[in-house]
């Protein structure tokens, strides 16, 4: 069985300019988080998707992050503009709904 | 809200050595949790959960962790670990209620020196 992939594995950016990550979930998982973890911290959920909806974004900043899933698969999660404190590791997982996440190897964004 | 606090930022020990890494939780209904395990440039594994059920929960790799709910404790043990055990280790809980949403606490560096 296929992992959740990601794409790209590493992004450099200067502050200011637009970056977007991209996830494929595991095939079957309606649900769908994005993650960022600060260096040195544990992961902090950004926003939750089950099929194409939003369960949770509230802890999104949503001035500058997007995120969407069209028809309920892929995904992608824009900043606009991006700030030196967006510098970290992006991760998406998938799950069945209530069941284990399944985690992708994450993008790490340094933002100079 | 729940939340989860990982007693230790970072443990060294030696090769064949005992460890322990402790986590507690706070959460005002009832949990899940999760012990998952990350490796350099990696994305998380999961090591072990606890659903419900017996409290002494078996994982991967020879660990095991203990679910004490009056101490609102999920600690993980090893009782003799490898060098390839090093990796930071995180500690989640979820509820019934959070649609498996994962709050993670901050993280243990475990180092396992030869």
């Known amino acids: 069985e296929a992992g959740v992939a990601q794409s790209p594995r590493y992004k450099i950016i200067e502050k200011r300019q637009s970056v977007a990550f991209w996830c494929n979930p595991i095939?079957?998982?309606?649900?769908l988080y994005w993650y960022q973890q600060i260096l040195g911290q544990g992961p902090k959920l950004l926003i939750q998707?089950?099929?194409?909806?939003?369960?949770?974004d509230s802890q999104l900043p949503k001035d500058r992050f997007s995120a969407e899933r069209l028809k309920g698969v892929d995904s992608t999660l824009k900043i606009q503009p991006a700030k030196l404190e967006d510098s970290a590791v992006y991760l998406c997982?998938?799950?069945?709904?209530?069941?284990?996440?399944?985690f992708g190897p994450g993008t790490r964004l340094t933002v100079l | 809200a729940q939340s989860v606090t990982q007693l230790d930022s970072q443990v060294p020990v030696f090769e064949e050595a005992p460890v322990e890494l402790r986590c507690n939780y706070s959460?005002?209904?009832?949990?899940?949790l999760f012990w998952y395990v990350q490796y350099p440039n990696q994305g998380l594994q999961l090591l072990l959960k606890?659903?419900?059920?017996?409290?002494l929960v078996k994982g991967i790799n020879g660990f095991e962790a203990e679910f004490n709910k009056s101490q609102t404790s999920f600690h993980l043990r090893k009782p003799s670990v490898h060098i390839s055990d090093t990796a930071e280790y995180f500690c989640a809980v979820s509820t019934k209620t959070s649609g498996s949403r994962l709050t993670f606490g901050e993280g243990t560096q475990l180092t396992v020196n030869p």
């Open positions: 959460s005002s209904v009832s949990v899940y």
């Open positions: 997982a998938s799950s069945i709904w209530g069941h284990e996440q399944f």
């Open positions: 998707f089950q099929n194409n909806g939003v369960v949770d």
């Open positions: 606890y659903l419900s059920g017996s409290t």
């Open positions: 095939s079957g998982h309606a649900t």
